[in-house]
Every structure is written in structure tokens, then in C-alpha cells.
């Protein structure tokens, strides 16, 4: 069975400073694919970014960037210079692969609410 | 575009109380899924349909049951509510293929006492 764990239940930062986000996955899928949610106070989930598992370049965009080892099975989310903005409960989602008709799943770890003070 | 849409956003039941939740999507996605959300314990999977027709079991179903209505509509229904299933519900929908991610509905909060 596939799992999520991230160990960081909440981070509290002061605007500017960096931030990462902890996220280590078990899988025995070959193939899967990783994912970030942002889930900000108003409560909706947003999508930020996706990771096939065969391919471990880093990604960044703007202040995010995303670390994706997969000697260590992790897929870490680092915020630059964070700001109030950020504040927001994310979440890293591991996606396997069935076959047949029962449809790809999506397992959620289970978040870390990321405090951004000014 | 709507994207997925979900009614109501809020409500209270008293235990024993019945209700269904609706979801739609025009992103003619195939997979429909249903989560709740509860403190600490991330998203969890209650049902989920990987196409018109057919509907599976995730995580947590019991005390639940759903109904792929048609290709746009997945139903999530309370026979009988109990105050543990107290939680935000999310509704989302997924394209084709597994790197597809899932665009979710805005939630409904639900409290039963």
C-alpha cells in the first residue's frame, strides 16, 4: 500500500525567511506520480505542481521550488522569501497506477500548516 | 468554466438524519472521487468512480453511499448520520492517466450533533 508522511505538522516562519516543506513517500509502483496542494484559509484545494517518478529535475517557479529524490523518497517544497501569503495548509499526494477499471488513486499525507507572521 | 461545483456548502444534521451531497463536473472527466477532511488526518478517500457506471470503495466508506448519476454527477449520501462523520467533504474529478491531477470542488462542511 502506498503512504505519505509529512512530518511537519506546522511551521511558523517571519515573512522573508525560507521555507521547506518535508514530504517522504512509500510506493511499490515503479511508476507513479507526486503532487503539492495548497490549501489556503478560504478553505478550497489548489494544485501546484506534479512529478513523474522518472524524472527527478528539480523544479522552480518563482519563490517555489520542488526537490524530488528518489534515493531518499522524498519530495520536499521550498518556499523563498515567504510571505503572508503563504500561509496555507499544503499537502503532497502520491499517485499509483491500477489497471482495469478501478481508476488511479490519489494518496493525501496528511499536511503541514505553514504560518507566514509579518 | 466551472469547473466542480458542489451543494450545499454548509450543513447541520442531528444524528439519525439523512442527506446527499451533490458534486458535478464539466471538465468531462471520467474519474469522480469524494474525500473528507478532518483535522491532522489529511484527505481521505470515501468512494470513487473511474468511470459512468462504477463506483469503488476507498479508505473510509463505511457509513456511506454514492451514485455515479451520469458522466457529470457523483452523489455522496448519509443514510444515517453520525456525529463522527462530522468533516469537510470534497468532491473532485481527474482526467485520463495517472499524472492527471484531481481539481476539487470547494467543499462542504457538515456537522452532525
Known amino acids: 500500500a502506498q503512504k505519505v508522511t509529512q512530518a511537519q505538522t506546522e511551521i511558523s516562519v517571519v515573512e522573508k525567511e525560507d521555507v521547506t516543506l518535508d514530504c517522504v513517500y512509500e510506493?511499490?509502483?515503479?511508476?507513479?506520480?507526486l503532487f503539492w496542494y495548497k490549501q489556503p484559509p478560504s478553505g478550497e484545494l489548489v494544485f501546484l505542481i506534479r512529478?513523474?517518478?522518472?524524472?527527478?529535475q528539480n523544479e522552480i517557479s518563482g519563490r517555489y521550488s520542488w526537490n524530488f529524490q528518489k534515493s531518499t523518497s522524498s519530495f520536499n517544497f521550498t518556499i523563498t522569501a515567504s510571505q503572508v501569503v503563504d500561509s496555507a495548509v499544503y499537502f503532497c499526494?502520491?499517485?499509483?497506477?491500477?489497471?482495469?477499471?478501478?481508476?488511479?488513486?490519489?494518496?493525501f499525507g496528511g499536511g503541514t500548516r505553514l504560518m507566514v507572521k509579518p | 468554466n466551472a469547473g466542480v461545483t458542489q451543494t450545499p456548502k454548509f450543513q447541520v444534521l442531528k444524528t439519525g438524519q439523512s442527506m446527499t451531497l451533490q458534486c458535478a463536473q464539466d471538465?468531462?472527466?471520467?474519474?469522480m472521487y469524494w474525500y473528507r477532511q478532518d483535522p491532522g488526518m489529511g484527505l481521505r478517500l470515501i468512494y470513487y468512480?473511474?468511470?459512468?457506471?462504477?463506483?469503488d470503495k476507498g479508505e473510509v466508506p463505511n457509513g456511506y453511499n454514492v451514485s455515479r448519476l451520469n458522466k457529470r454527477e457523483f452523489s455522496l449520501r448519509l443514510e444515517s448520520a453520525a456525529p463522527s462523520q462530522t468533516s469537510v467533504y470534497f468532491c473532485?474529478?481527474?482526467?485520463?492517466?495517472?499524472?492527471?491531477?484531481?481539481?476539487f470542488g470547494n467543499g462542504t462542511r457538515l456537522t452532525v450533533t
Open positions: 473532485a474529478s481527474r482526467g485520463t492517466g495517472g499524472n492527471s491531477p484531481l481539481h
Open positions: 510506493t511499490r509502483d515503479t511508476t507513479y506520480y
Open positions: 512529478r513523474n517518478s522518472f524524472d527527478e
Open positions: 499526494a502520491l499517485s499509483e497506477t491500477r489497471r482495469g477499471n478501478a481508476g488511479n488513486m490519489l494518496t
Open positions: 471538465m468531462n472527466h471520467n474519474s
Open positions: 468512480s473511474a468511470s459512468e457506471g462504477t463506483t
